[in-house]
């Protein structure tokens, strides 16, 4: 039988205002940069960085592109040119210059004017450290429109981007369509020609959607997906569409169609807001209304299906350090760390300072951000890119210690890199010393005497739980552990050995004293062969006097409240004296008087005559 102590606590999960620095400053560069406006984009091949923007404060219309140059060995960077777009006219500017990447002294970026909406792809080339404007490509429109919006603009390898650019087809409907312009560049990084042609002519797309490309990286493929879904679709059947870039005919093939999971507690799918690869390249990651895991199958040559999570949070969009599955959101405000065993993302509680800023890890656990507001380049070195996280999922109830069973609590488990939690009870500096803690778990065995708050045996107030702190970093989780008391059966505190009594002599005797309950309840008794002449009662109390000699065996059974018995046998001795025989003086005796006199334990007491 089991008897627990109700507890009506509040389990408290303390966060402290302090959290930890992410990274450290190593330098700060504040010139020959933009003022406003700021788009930035990094080569990671050549380590070359491409920010654009407005040249004065406010509206300025003179837009320029600026080349620095990340250096591995010291963590720093170097500025090398800048070119303009062209100082406009009040009516002709670019209002939009976006960054795209370089390639062999090649620098691209997209252009868009607020004059007559033409969209170009802008060549700049550098000459020992001069960088120029060396060539315009207008993007073509599309049934009869006036301009060509471009929604995405990517390298596809080094001698291809593409600019993808919505249709909408049909005003009325809603539906969707896709060209993109494929950008061919000659050897010397020459924009030979854009074509313009129609993605997945032959797919159905979600109508009122935007669809974006994303790169996986370790790969070849291409993602195109829908990343955001208009409010009217209420049932769709999302599709990824992987592709690969195919150099002979100039365009994308499908190499797969994924079609993501239909939640069971929604009826509309809002859009993939993330895709990453991972383990270079086995391992797909998708962010949607669930977290999606797919992992790549070499004998099926596709993506499959390995685990999914709803309710999940993860980084939008992010950069990593491959090592430790550590993601920097690209905006900087937040750091996540991949769970390898679980597949699901957790948020650290480490806050970066920037307000708003472009992060890029470079090399290890180091890199840089530009800062967009204040405009500068910081180069960094991350402090910690393995926080410890509380993943979650600390008990909310007590828990139950059954006495005299082995209590084991796995800590650990409920964090990531919890390799230096500490472990303490109530607001000590150390834990209970009923408890252990090796690292991981929390181990014990609570006995008959923890359930009690008290040493003194005839005091049942139960214990109270045990306050667990599980300590890490400047935050802490409280849980309880509770004392849960299995019913003992009655037993003896000593031997009884043989009672002697004096014939006709009147005795008093008394068991509590012999026999206790070790769970602190009352005890009752019954009896088998009592004496003539003595009285036993249920509270353990004899009396009386027995009047004839000899030897009597009696059996004593003493029962708990619930049920639980311990039975026993008291011989008695009646003769003239009360004593036992003294051995001859020949040494026939069985037993050692010595002996026998520590064995005998009186309970009895002879009362006195009146």
């Known amino acids: 039988m089991y008897r627990s102590v109700l507890v009506i606590l509040s389990i408290i999960s303390v966060s402290?205002?302090?959290v930890e620095s992410p990274y450290s400053v190593d330098k700060m560069y504040d010139n020959n940069l933009p003022k406003s406006s700021l788009k930035v984009a990094?080569?990671?091949?050549?380590?070359?960085?491409?920010?654009?923007?407005?040249?004065?404060?406010?509206?300025?219309?003179?837009?320029?592109?600026?080349?620095w140059k990340y250096n591995t060995d010291n963590n720093g960077v170097n500025y090398i040119s800048s070119a303009s777009f062209g100082i406009a006219s009040d009516l002709v500017g670019y209002i939009n210059v976006e960054p795209i990447g370089g390639y062999n002294k090649n620098y691209y970026a997209l252009s868009e004017?607020?004059?007559?909406?033409?969209r170009k792809l802008v060549r700049f080339t550098l000459e020992g450290n001069e960088l120029?404007?060396?060539?315009e490509v207008e993007f073509s429109s599309s049934s009869g429109q006036y301009g060509s919006y471009v929604e995405q603009v990517e390298f596809v390898n080094n001698n291809t981007i593409v600019a993808l650019h919505p249709n909408h087809d049909d005003t009325l409907t809603g539906k969707v369509s896709y060209d993109y312009s494929v950008c061919n560049l000659r050897g010397?990084?020459?924009?030979?020609?854009?074509?313009r042609k129609k993605i997945l002519a032959d797919k159905s797309l979600i109508s009122n959607s935007t669809y974006k490309l994303y790169r996986l990286e370790g790969r070849d493929e291409i993602i195109f997906s829908p990343e955001r879904v208009g409010i009217n679709e209420t049932k769709v059947e999302p599709k990824l569409y992987v592709l690969k870039w195919q150099s002979d005919i100039n365009d994308f093939v499908v190499f797969q169609e994924i079609v993501i999971p239909e939640r069971v507690d929604s009826t509309k799918f809002s859009g993939v807001k993330a895709i990453y690869t991972i383990n270079d390249g086995k391992e797909l990651i998708v962010g949607s209304d669930m977290l999606l895991h797919y992992q790549y199958s070499p004998d099926e040559n596709k993506f499959v299906l390995s685990k999914m999570k709803d309710s999940v949070s993860y980084p939008k969009e992010a950069i990593y350090l491959k090592s430790e599955n550590y993601f920097i959101e690209r905006s900087g405000v937040n750091s996540y760390v991949f769970d390898d065993d679980e597949k699901v993302f957790y948020k650290s509680s480490q806050s970066y300072s920037i307000s708003n800023g472009w992060f890029q890890l470079t090399?290890?656990?180091k890199g840089f951000f530009v800062n967009l507001i204040s405009p500068n380049i910081t180069t960094f070195s991350l402090s910690n890119p393995n926080p410890l996280i509380y993943k979650g999922g600390l008990p909310k109830e007590p828990v139950p210690a059954i006495q005299d069973v082995p209590l084991e609590i796995n800590i650990k488990k409920h964090f990531l890199n919890g390799n230096s939690l500490v472990i303490t009870s109530s607001h000590s500096e150390s834990l209970d010393e009923r408890l252990t803690w090796d690292g991981e778990y929390i181990r014990g065995i609570l006995t008959n005497e923890d359930m009690f708050a008290s040493k003194s045996l005839i005091d049942p107030t139960p214990a109270s739980p045990i306050l667990i702190r599980v300590n890490y970093g400047p935050s802490v989780e409280l849980f309880y552990i509770n004392p849960i008391n299995v019913n003992d059966a009655p037993i003896l505190t000593a031997e009884i050995g043989i009672q002697y009594l004096e014939k006709d002599q009147?005795?008093?005797g008394v068991l509590s004293g012999i026999v206790v309950d070790p769970d602190r309840e009352a005890v009752t008794y019954t009896y088998k062969n009592v004496p003539n002449g003595l009285i036993a009662s249920e509270d353990g109390i004899f009396h009386g006097a027995v009047k004839t000699k000899g030897q009597y065996l009696m059996t004593v059974t003493a029962t708990d409240p619930s049920g639980a018995e311990l039975t026993f046998d008291v011989t008695f001795i009646v003769n003239d004296t009360g004593e036992p025989e003294k051995p001859s003086s020949g040494g026939g005796g069985t037993v050692d008087f010595t002996l026998l006199m520590l064995l005998v334990t009186l309970f009895?007491?002879?009362?006195k005559h009146h």
């Open 188 to 195: 010397n990084g020459e924009i030979d020609f854009c074509e």
């Open 363 to 365: 090399n290890d656990k």
């Open 132 to 135: 120029s404007l060396s060539q």
């Open 604 to 607: 009895f007491r002879r009362l």
């Open 42 to 67: 990094f080569s990671e091949v050549n380590s070359e960085i491409l920010i654009s923007g407005t040249v004065g404060d406010g509206f300025s219309a003179d837009k320029r592109i600026y080349l």
């Open 506 to 508: 009147q005795y008093y």
């Open 16 to 18: 402290a205002i302090a």
């Open 113 to 118: 004017s607020n004059y007559d909406g033409a």
